[in-house]
């Protein structure tokens, strides 16, 4: 029999009992959390889930693989561009280094899948394997980078509110370090994590100047840096620093207001521009239902790549200014 036939027989194999142990798992606990309501439950259960027991298993490796990455100082250097991404509650289980580590086990992964398919195919292609380490490999930012976008909207959304709570603490007579701790507890995720890490950076002997410095770095916001910024002068040339967060207060209000008029305002252009977008590849779509073969000379000879690849930077063009003509700066 052929060494690949073995190899395919074995991988079908060990795939099959996975699934079955899987299944047999999703099956056991249903059945538990059915007899659970109908019996007495322990006072203590020490019992762990088999997800946690998978998570420990894989932060215990990480920790591990965690050595061998921290002997070469280029990604140590290059891992202090995830720090921020470390949330409060896993500071201590978490450091910045593990994002590099990450990154190498996807990596590893994306090419071991790559060889098992190869097996499966036509047979190991260098150039494939090389082209899945680079996508397992950078997966992790692609990923980080939408999380990222994301937060930091939720943050921006909430920055006016986490002031007004901290002015009112200021009113009330607390502390800097006590407005912190009100704030990190009232605001919800994720700016309360931010809140937290300041919080901890205050108790560390930092000025609230350098605390939301390093918040504004952290965030990348407009609005954190105004906030720095004015935190920064207060504490170079004295000041109230109730009427300082009274007028930032009012800054931020007055331009969030002013966001939601814009918002209002360019719903219209930004309409046109999701129409504008779809209609030529719903064209492209009509055409090539109704007709197969349409396109099939531009995908037959490198004349047709050529074309195919002058095409798609046309309409990234075509996207580019369209966003531009429609949008309004503040």
């Given amino acids: 029999m052929n060494i690949d036939k073995i190899i395919q027989i074995l991988i079908i194999i060990i795939v099959f009992i996975i699934i079955i142990i899987a299944i047999r798992q999703v099956i056991s606990e249903k059945k ?24 420990k298993l894989y932060l215990s490796f990480i920790q591990k693989s965690r050595k061998i990455v921290l002997k070469s100082n280029y990604f140590k250097k290059k891992s202090r561009r995830y720090e921020k991404y470390i949330k409060y509650k896993h500071r201590d289980n978490i450091v910045a280094i593990d994002f590099i ?74 502390s800097t370090l006590q407005a912190l701790k009100i704030a990190s507890l009232e605001l919800p995720e994720p700016i309360s994590d931010e809140f937290k890490k300041m919080y901890l950076d205050m108790k560390y002997g930092l000025s609230i100047d350098t605390v939301f410095d390093r918040f504004a770095k952290r965030v990348n916001l407009e609005e954190a ?44 252009p930004n309409m046109i521009v999701k129409v504008l977008f779809i209609i030529p590849i719903v064209f492209t779509l009509i055409i090539y239902i109704l007709n197969p073969s349409y396109f099939a000379p531009l995908f037959s000879s490198t004349l047709g790549y ?9 309409f990234i063009i075509y996207i580019l200014l369209l966003k531009r003509i429609t949008r309004i700066d503040i």
């Fill in 306 to 314: 050529m074309i195919i690849g002058i095409i798609v930077l046309m």
């Fill in 32 to 55: 538990e959390k059915r007899i659970s309501f109908y019996s007495l439950e322990p006072l203590k259960d020490n019992s762990v889930p088999l997800s946690d027991k998978i998570i």
């Fill in 225 to 268: 840096v105004y906030v720095s910024s004015s935190l920064t002068i207060l504490n170079k040339t004295g000041g109230n620093i109730v009427e300082v967060f009274s007028s930032i207060e009012r800054t931020l209000f007055d331009k969030k207001k002013l966001n939601e008029e814009l918002k209002n305002i360019s719903a219209s």
């Fill in 101 to 174: 580590t990450n990154k190498f086990i996807i990596m590893l992964l994306f090419v071991l899948l790559a060889v098992i398919s190869s097996i499966f195919t036509t047979g190991i292609n260098m150039l494939m394997l090389l082209l899945d380490a680079i996508l397992g490999y950078y997966l992790l930012d692609i990923f980080l980078y939408f999380y990222y976008k994301r937060q930091t909207k939720l943050i921006e959304n909430e920055l006016l509110r986490s002031i007004i709570v901290m002015n009112n603490a200021f009113k009330s007579g607390k």
